[in-house]
């Protein structure tokens, strides 16, 4: 799977973001650089306050850097509008994130349907649809259910068959894990993992737990807004190589990340 | 822990703030409440005071027989008294006295005249020749009325000497000198003269002797020389008129209590010094008026200023709800650092009063403000109660009470700490209990209000304050439970669609856990804006159709004095429109005489004009000309034409050698229908003619019955109070009467008799039978009651001469018996009417226990009329609350005349559709319209509060539920943040986010808007028109209809939505346009 054009389908150059101005200002992300490659996944660790979360946003066009370029499967995120923002959205990038995102009227199946219903796909089409991704995600028997009846594996796991109802290049997952004990964790992320290689999706996850890691087929360590890339580790044994010249991914000798 | 509040106020201050705001409302209603009830409500009293007739607030003494020696000083007793009863206003005393009569011996008949003494004649009288008489002349000096200076010839400086009192004690006479000639101004007392200022009646009985006398005068004297001059007073009487023109309400309720006082301390002052004494005034009822007038604004007032309060209340505790709600997690990390349930109480109190004090603090002068501006708006200025800002101690007290009870409501939600489960059960059924609770309250409220006594005086209890509060929450609190379901409704359908805003919308109001704060906030705001406005226009309707019932036509002119003919036709040049005489007066129906203080109540006018006159709201879809139709005769009378100026004569004749004599009473009737008597001197039937003056005074005017009395003559002619006879005659004497009328005959007439016997056929008079709508003449002769058997045979003849035409009656009259025995034969220009129809009001149908078809006798004066109940209307016009009987003026009179009863009553003018209302300066009497009695009801000093303040209800509803709308949707939206930033993240542009909140707060809006204006019409309907009292506090009459005016309604409906939309757009916009990745930074 690839790009647009044959390349990466995520491409991130010298992004810059900053919060405040001045003496107080923050500098969220620092020339960030890097690729993804289609259909794999990517995890992205760094402490707390590093730009995991920023740089997310960037990437899926909830946040805009103050200067650099986004392409996610051609496009330029950064010179798109609130509307096209969110058209990607809704048609190429899902979010994943920590607290879930759930909406809390709705059950299961329709926070599954959500997308679909934007993308104004026919109700037969839509439940077919929705079936599917909650029998894929081990919730069939819940679709009736609505978040606050759910454990938070559940609706983590909710969230993740909503990120893929409208079948997206590229699946964004903020600390997907974080509100999860390790073994839900461990689930999840392997969930994660599998529907990376069932529906060839995109994914970029960021998160504290390094052993997530084990089931990326990349690592990317971001620390302080700077990115620092290490090769990382596939699952086939194959490093992927940033196209980033100054930010390297880079995971520890035993696979865990330093975040 | 005052740190802590402290910090947290600099935080929080624009939640502080938006509470504050809402927590003024309620207060300042109060505030101004509370002014209206206090210093609007004295100075109404006062207003009304300063504005009350002469004739409302004058005290009148009357004492009757004073001897000679007595009357100054009763005189000056009376006017101590007087005075003192009504201090400490500035009073003004009238005084007005005539003597008993004298024998007039220079008369050249048997006459009998009296003195006179007015106080401020000038004021009263117009002089027309000579002057006014000077104090302490000798001989005393006069002026007399110039009707009796032509019939005695009198000019200035003419000297008349009056013969003895006729007393039992009389003295030697006294004379007196003419200085001048005066014409009596109507409106200024001259109705209680003895002789009416009529100057002069050739038949005044005054019980003393069997025949009629004549009677002259006034002479009026100086007021001082009649005291002090020695002559017997029949009667005195001094009128008292406080200046009320800057009153205090203290002062008054201390007058009140003197005046109903007054007359047991006048007795007791004068003693046997008079044979009668008396105070009369309408000053106490006046003012006790008042008072219930005041008491029936006052329950309104505060009917609305519990509406207020309940609306506020309900505000501040969705407040303070949403406040605990947002500071739901600081609640819970200060008890996890163990600040207890004490403390966070604590600081919760600081935290409310110091909201009481600065809500006091800003609704003080708020209410000052607002008060003052209301009372500078119609119809609070009209009434005369536009008050500059002011502050009192009841206004400072209700403002600060009710803050302190509002912050109570707000301290409440800050005690709870969030838990789910058991309690949210309890909560629920606790609710549901409350709204139980409510609705069996509001059913008690309007049970009692629908029981609540009809009549007036009824104390202002808390049932009539609160029910409307009651009913309006308890129909907002079950509607708003309707509204839920609805909502499921709206979802179930929107599932289907196909996009995702719909549904999201949808799912998202019908099933958040809603705040039912809100949703009552709402309903109960809506409610009570749309019951304000509808009970107002039920109000004003009620208050237009009981002036329109009391009025009874377009405009009344109740008179002072007894009609004169010709006086509609002056009448109806000034106004224009359809002229009616008009009966209003208390009668006897058989031996019921009502209430007491309230009589049965006759009112006569002409129904043939029932739809052109008569005014009020009739039942079952009936017209007064339907009415009208049952009451009305079947034709006109035609009577004879007596032209302006003709001449009358009377000659007659009897056989026999006892002589008679006849006092001829004519019966008149103008072109208006009024009914006026023409009464001449006795006339000996010696054969001879005799001119009977006075009588054709106007055009137009209609002979249509008369009277002809005969009398033995008695010999006492000379003295004219000498009952014996020497010898009493017998047998009987054939009489024959012819009167002529000058200048009127044609033709031939006809002769009919009835009674006894009849004496020839008819013939046919074209020259009397003129007249719209008249049949042709056709006279019937009578004998009248009570004794119709002293008169045999009597008959009628109306022949048309070149002469003029001649009313020849004929009768035998039986002299056995007592000389003073009725012996009256009575011709008339119709045939007798047999029952009167009437039509009886529900109340004296209730009462009298009549109904349709009955038959009952009504006394009407001296004389018995009886009647047929035709037609049982809800009231009768111009007598709305009383058991009152209506029919037609001609058949009555008919009745009266047939009885032998001339005097037929009139006691105002009717006019229905006036061009003009300047009758005032015809000065006949007080004049009523039914514009000024809707006036005085609606915006009355006393009554301008209820409208004032039901038009303060609507905008202060309005204002509530938008703040609360507000609150609740910038709580909401601050609370749901996150989950809007998700629903960006999944691909919702900004506006497609703004139309999902938009759809989702309107589609929650939209049915408690609807369920509110449900309850706001329920409420009227089956409320508003219990809560409508008269003005004297009874039940009002015609029963109140309730009013949905619509577009007044559709107005505020429309405004109140976009008012929501617009509060709820703007702040769906920030929220919106605040949700972004901001949001969703939760894991960084």
């Known amino acids: 799977m690839t790009g647009g054009n044959g390349g990466p389908l995520v491409s991130v150059r010298g992004v810059h973001r900053r919060f405040g101005s001045g003496a107080t200002a923050v500098h969220a992300l620092r020339d960030v650089t890097f690729d993804l490659a289609p259909g794999t996944m990517t995890a992205l660790v760094g402490r707390s306050g590093s730009g995991k979360t920023t740089l997310l946003n960037v990437i899926g066009g909830l946040d805009r850097p103050d200067s650099g370029t986004v392409l996610v499967d051609g496009t330029d995120v950064t010179s798109l509008d609130e509307d096209g923002l969110s058209l990607l959205r809704r048609e190429k990038v899902s979010y994943v994130f920590q607290t879930f995102g759930l909406i809390p009227v709705l059950s299961a199946a329709e926070n599954v349907g959500a997308p679909l219903r934007l993308a104004r796909v026919p109700a037969a089409e839509r439940e077919r649809r929705v ?103 596939r699952s086939d044994g194959q490093v992927d190589q940033p196209s980033g010249t100054r930010s390297h991914g880079r995971l520890d000798s035993d696979g865990r990340g330093d975040s | 822990m005052l740190r802590l509040v402290a910090r947290r106020a600099r935080a929080q201050w624009p939640l502080l703030a938006a509470l504050l705001a809402v927590a003024v409302v309620g207060p300042t209603l109060l505030g101004i409440c509370a002014l209206l009830l206090t210093r609007t409500a004295e100075q109404a009293l006062e207003t009304a005071a300063s504005r ?73 009288t117009q002089l027309a020749e000579g002057r006014l008489p000077r104090a302490g002349a000798v001989p005393a000096e006069s002026v007399v009325l110039e009707s009796t200076a032509r019939r005695l010839g009198l000019k200035a400086g003419s000297r008349v000497r009056l013969g003895r009192e006729l007393t039992d004690d009389p003295d030697e006479g006294i004379e007196v000198r003419v200085t001048g000639i005066v014409r009596a101004l109507p409106g200024t007392g001259w109705e209680r003269d003895p002789l009416a200022a009529t100057g002069h009646d050739p038949a005044y009985r005054d019980g003393r002797s069997a025949q009629p006398v004549h009677a002259y005068g006034p002479f009026i004297v100086d007021l001082a020389d009649l005291l002090g001059g020695g002559s017997v007073l029949d009667r005195l009487e001094i009128t008292a008129h406080p200046d009320l023109s800057a009153p205090d309400v203290r002062d008054l309720d201390t007058v009140t209590q003197a005046v109903l006082g007054a007359d047991r301390r006048l007795g007791r002052t004068l003693g046997d010094r008079v044979r009668i004494q008396r105070v009369a005034s309408l000053l106490p009822s006046t003012l006790l008026a008042g008072h219930e007038q005041q008491r029936v604004t006052t329950a309104a007032v505060l009917a609305v200023a519990a509406i207020g309060l309940v609306l506020t209340a309900t505000a501040l505790a969705l407040a303070g709800r949403l406040s605990a709600g947002v500071r739901g997690d600081e609640t819970v990390l200060l008890s996890a650092l163990g600040v207890g349930r004490g403390q966070l109480a604590g600081a919760a109190l600081i935290e409310a009063g110091v909201l009481a004090v600065l809500a006091t603090a800003v609704a003080i002068p708020a209410s000052s403000a607002l008060h003052a501006g209301l009372t500078q708006l119609p119809p609070m200025d009209g009434a005369g109660l536009a008050t500059p800002f002011a502050v009192n101690a009841a206004q400072v007290l209700s403002v600060a009470g009710g803050a302190l009870a509002l912050a109570a409501v707000l301290v409440v939600p800050s005690l709870r700490t969030p838990a789910a489960g058991v309690r949210g059960r309890r909560e629920l059924l606790a609710r549901s209990g409350a709204d139980l609770l409510l609705v069996a309250l509001a059913a008690v409220g309007w049970w009692q209000l629908r029981d609540q006594p009809a009549g007036s005086g009824s104390p202002i209890d808390a049932v009539r304050v609160l029910a409307p509060a009651l009913l309006l929450i308890a129909g907002s609190a079950v509607t708003l439970r309707l509204v839920w379901p609805a909502l499921r409704g709206v979802e179930r359908l929107a599932v289907r669609a196909r996009g995702f805003m719909v549904p999201l919308a949808a799912f998202e109001a019908a099933r958040r856990p809603q705040a039912v704060a809100a949703g009552l906030l709402i309903g109960l705001g809506c409610a009570a804006a749309t019951y304000g406005i509808g009970f107002d226009a039920t109000w004003q309707r009620s208050q237009q159709d009981q002036a329109d019932l009391a009025v009874g036509t377009d405009l009344a002119l109740t008179l002072t004095a007894p009609p004169a003919a010709g006086q509609g036709g002056r009448v109806g040049a000034a106004v224009g429109g359809e002229v009616s005489p008009a009966t209003d007066r208390g009668v006897a129906v058989g031996q019921w005489l009502g209430g007491a203080g309230d009589p049965p109540r006759l009112i006569a006018m002409d129904t043939t004009r029932a739809e052109a006159l008569l005014r009020g709201r009739l039942n079952d879809g009936r017209t007064w000309n339907d009415v009208g139709a049952a009451l009305a005769p079947p034709e006109r009378a035609a009577g004879v034409p007596v032209p302006a100026g003709a001449a009358l004569s009377l000659v007659g004749k009897a056989t026999g050698g006892t002589p008679l004599t006849v006092t001829p009473r004519l019966l008149l009737q103008d072109v208006t229908g ?143 018996g007592p000389p003073d025995a009725a012996r009256t034969l009575v011709a008339t220009a119709f045939p007798a009417p047999g029952p009167v129809p009437v039509a009886v009001s529900a109340r004296f149908a209730a009462e009298a226990g009549a109904r349709r078809g009955s038959q009952l006798d009504l006394t009407v004066g001296l004389a018995r009329v009886q009647v047929g109940v035709a037609e049982v209307l809800p009231a009768v016009p111009s007598a709305p609350n009383a058991a009152a009987v209506l029919a037609d003026f001609d058949v009555l009179s008919r009745a009266l005349a047939v009885s032998g009863d001339f005097d037929v009553p009139v006691d105002a003018w009717w006019v229905g559709r006036p061009v003009r209302a300047d009758v005032a300066d015809l000065r006949l009497g007080g004049v009523t319209t039914r514009a000024s009695e809707t006036a005085r009801l609606t915006g009355g000093p006393l009554r301008a509060g209820l409208p004032a303040v039901l038009r303060l209800l609507v905008p202060a509803a309005v204002l509530l539920m938008l703040a609360g709308i507000v609150l609740h949707v910038t709580f909401d939206l601050r609370a749901r943040a996150v989950e809007v930033a998700r629903l960006r993240g999944l691909g ?97």
């Open chain 1, 131 to 233: 079936a599917l991704l909650l029998e894929l995600v081990g919730l069939a028997d819940h679709a009736e259910q609505v978040p606050g009846e759910l454990s938070g594996g559940q609706q983590q796991r909710v969230a993740i068959a909503r990120a893929l109802a409208a079948s997206p290049r590229l699946l964004i997952a903020d600390e997907p894990t974080g509100q999860l004990d390790a073994e839900t964790g461990l689930s999840v992320m392997a969930l994660l993992r599998g529907v990376v290689e069932s529906e060839g999706v995109t994914a970029l996850v960021s998160t504290h737990d390094p052993t997530m890691l084990a089931l990326a087929d990349r690592v990317i360590r971001i620390n302080d807004g700077h990115l620092d890339q290490d090769p990382g580790q």
């Open chain 2, 52 to 124: 009350t007739t002469s004739d409302q607030i004058d005290v009148t003494a009357y004492t009757v027989t004073v001897r000679g020696e007595d009357a100054r000083s009763v005189a000056d007793d009376t006017r101590a008294v007087l005075t003192s009863a009504l201090a400490p206003f500035a009073t003004t005393t009238a005084a007005r006295a005539s003597s008993v009569m004298r024998s007039f011996p220079d008369a050249g008949a048997p006459a009998v005249a009296y003195l006179s003494g007015v106080e401020d004649l000038p004021a009263r």
């Open chain 2, 674 to 816: 009024l009914r006026t008597p023409c009464t001449g001197a006795p006339i000996p039937l010696d054969g001879k003619a005799h001119r009977l003056p006075d009588c054709a005074t106007a055009e137009g005017l209609r002979l249509v019955a008369v009277s002809l009395p005969f009398a033995i003559a008695t010999g006492n002619v000379g003295t004219g109070y000498s009952n014996f006879l020497d010898e009493l005659p017998a047998g009987d004497s054939r009489v024959a009467v012819t009167l002529t009328v000058a200048g009127t005959g044609t033709g031939t007439g006809t002769e009919t008799g009835a009674g006894t016997g009849t004496e020839a056929g008819a013939e046919t008079d074209a020259g009397t039978g003129a007249g719209r709508g008249s049949a042709e003449p056709s006279w019937t002769a009578t004998s009248a009651g009570p004794s119709p058997g002293q008169l045999g045979r009597p008959a009628v003849a109306l022949t048309g001469t070149s002469a003029g035409t001649a009313l020849k009656m004929t009768t035998t009259v039986a002299l056995k």
């Open chain 2, 988 to 1084: 919702m542009t900004r506006r497609e986010i703004r139309t999902v909140l938009l759809g989702q707060h309107v589609g929650i809006l939209l049915p408690l808007l609807a369920a509110g204006a449900v309850v706001g019409a329920l409420a009227t309907r089956l409320v508003a028109p219990l809560l409508v009292r008269a003005d004297t506090g009874a039940a009002p009459v015609p029963e109140v209809l309730p009013v949905w005016p619509w577009a007044a309604e559709a107005v505020l409906l429309v405004g109140l939505l976009a008012g929501c939309a617009l509060a709820v757009s703007a702040v769906v916009v920030v929220q919106a346009r605040r949700a972004d990745a901001a949001y969703l930074r939760v894991a960084s």
